[in-house]
């Protein structure tokens, strides 16, 4: 801190460190300054940037896609990929596409969706609930949750071994 001066000798005493006079605060009154290396500060803030890019992690979207008339077997090994997807990861979004007379049971597919839903139970997180655009059913899942909040019974303090006290 050197305190309030005129502009021109803070200019002069930047030169004289070889250093440049930088306005922080131009509404204060009177505006706040700093004499810093300007190209130094300059390059750690792209550092600063680039390191927060590098730290981003973008969420990959898979699709998995359903007809109402899968097999068995076709299914198991979609639900196992779905699980691959979701370990590394990465959100799943689930389709079935109603072919031709399809459409007149539209409820074969929608218990396709829920048998996903069921089989995958906690390994997943129902980001977008199944609803249906035109001919295709859609639903998007993601891996669980690390921070969600699990339901837990509050301990009556007689279990806990805790006791309340107040102090007037």
Known sequence: ????????DAQRLADQRGLDLVEITPNAQPPVCKIMDYGKFKYEESIKAKQARKAQKVQKVKEIKFHPGTDTNDFNYKLNQIRGFLTDGCKVKLTLQYRGRENA????????????LEELGDECFVEQAPKTLGRVLGALI?????????????ASPAQSGEIRISVS
């Open 105 to 116: 049971h539209r409820e074969l597919g929608e218990d396709v969706i829920n048998r996903v």
């Open 142 to 154: 993601g891996p669980p949750r690390k921070n969600a909040p699990k339901p837990q019974r509050p």
């Open 1 to 8: 801190m050197i305190g309030v001066m005129p502009t021109r």
